[in-house]
Nanobody, 128 residues
Framework: QVQLVESGGGLVQAGASLRVSCAAS????????MGWFRQVPGKEREFVAD????????HYADSVKGRFTISRDNAKNTLYLQMNDLKPEDTAVYSC?????????????????????WGRGTQVTVSS
């Protein structure tokens, strides 16, 4: 099994940038389709972005498109999410996830279901 640990969250002002990381151990992430999700208490977990095993294809939620960038470094066994022009509505716990069965061309990678491995998350708070 693969273990995932997020880091890099914090408190920033609107308009600032932040990069969160997801370090994996136990298994190489090259065998997994990876994704970022976020959640606010009382609301459903929300898809943010996902990336293919090779890093060649990625997708974004409409709410973050143009501001966030997902990337991966398989040699370092690490997944990243660069967040620019942060807004108060971006405030949430950000979690990374890994899927062994997800196939991007089937359109099954934008919901939590296909991801079987999850980190515990890192808090991102954006003040106005």
């Amino acid at each position: 099994q693969v273990q995932l640990v997020e880091s890099g969250g914090g408190l920033v002002q609107a308009g600032a940038s932040l990069r969160v990381s997801c370090a994996a151990s136990g298994r190489t992430i090259s065998r997994y389709h990876m994704g970022w999700f976020r959640q606010v208490p009382g609301k459903e977990r929300e898809f943010v972005a996902d990336i293919s095993r090779s890093g060649g294809t990625s997708h974004y939620a409409d709410s973050v498109k143009g501001r966030f960038t997902i990337s991966r470094d398989n040699a370092k066994n690490t997944l990243y999410l660069q967040m620019n022009d942060l807004k108060p509505e971006d405030t949430a716990v950000y979690s990374c996830a890994a899927s062994s069965g997800c196939q991007g061309f089937l359109g099954t990678c934008k919901t939590p279901g296909p991801y079987e491995y999850w980190g515990r998350g890192t808090q991102v708070t954006v003040s106005s």
